[in-house]
């Protein structure tokens, strides 16, 4: 059977971008520079901002053992939000690092970059997805509300870190798990300290996968004098990563456990065999590791989108058991 002729490429489509994606198919093109902007062609981002998300709310609903139709609305308005935070974060990363994109190969077809979008209409677009995401936010409980104005703090500093330190993941994991805290917060009425356990568990999880997908521009981030865990563990990163797969499911347990420690065994039993599905997915990347192959980096990078489903399935399923 002869080989099927390669998908041509979408105009202005960005290089690390899943191949005939929605964005590139279906989007007007008037949109889809901005689209592209905020990482709807690809989704694994919005999906590593979500699921902290649904974490906290599931293990707050555990510790309570309430359902309540105000969840059903927490669990949506998540999603939305994640979908317009990812995408005014990257909108607001882009901006700040238009200047380095343009040197590096996997970067440089971003819309600033390759000047599909200026920086003032970036700027605008950023401020349009900020305010619907705020608009949303609103309806939480005022200790969330307040939580995720919080959250802007780290949001802002991030794209800089990597200038001035060799581990700007954790200004990532600072970032993209606030929602564990944020989620909690608006179902039980208070910030508690197993959401923050929990929280700690997803920084971990950030600093596994994305030193990860770091190792992609390893190369070219030396070159411009960019850092990163990637450029600082080398090659012992497998050791980095297997330690902070360790810490993340540790403190996960650690979290359930503190969360629901009067629960029916059976429940216990299914919210930790989530934990352990998590763990197990982890190590099957770290099993295909490998630095030197930018295609299988990518894939495991977005295979993280499945493991962190695994203790949002468990926790759902432990609510009722």
Not at 32 to 58: H, M, N, V
Not at 229 to 241: D, N, Q, V, Y
């Amino acid at each position: 059977m002869p080989d099927q002729p390669p998908m041509p490429e979408a105009e202005g489509q960005v290089s690390d971008a899943v191949r005939g994606n929605w964005v590139d198919r279906l989007a007007p093109a008037p949109a889809r520079p901005y689209f592209r902007l905020s990482r709807l062609d690809r989704p694994i981002g919005t999906w590593l901002l979500l699921l902290p998300c649904w974490w906290g709310l599931l293990l707050a609903m555990l510790s309570d053992g309430q359902a309540r139709w105000q969840d059903l609305w927490i669990f949506a308005g998540c999603g939305i939000g994640a979908i317009l935070m990812r995408g005014a974060g990257c909108t607001w990363n882009d901006i700040t690092d238009r200047h380095i994109d343009g040197s590096v190969a996997r970067t440089a077809s971003r819309p600033i970059p390759s000047g599909q979008v200026s920086v003032g209409q970036a700027l605008a677009w950023l401020a349009a997805q900020a305010l619907v995401a705020f608009a949303i936010l609103l309806s939480f409980h005022p200790m969330a509300i307040l939580l995720g104005v919080i959250a802007l703090g780290p949001v802002a500093i991030y794209p800089f870190a990597k200038r001035f330190t060799w581990w700007p993941q954790v200004f990532l994991g600072i970032a993209f798990n606030w929602g564990a805290l944020l989620a909690w917060t608006a179902h039980r009425g208070v910030l508690e300290w197993p959401a923050v356990i929990l929280y700690l568990s997803g920084m971990a999880w950030t600093l596994f996968y994305d030193t990860i997908y770091a190792h992609q521009d390893a190369e070219d981030d030396a070159l411009i004098g960019v850092k990163s865990t990637a450029r600082l563990f080398g090659e012992a990163s497998p050791k980095w990563l297997a330690r902070f797969m360790k810490v993340s499911v540790a403190l996960m347990v650690l979290a359930i456990l503190a969360a629901i420690p009067r629960a029916e065994t059976l429940t216990l039993v299914v919210a930790i065999a989530g934990a352990l599905g998590f763990v197990g997915h982890m190590l099957w990347q770290l099993r295909l590791f490998d630095p030197d192959d930018n295609d299988r980096l990518l894939k495991l990078f977005r295979s993280n989108r499945n493991a962190g489903l695994l203790p949002v399935l468990f926790f759902a399923v432990a609510l009722f058991a």
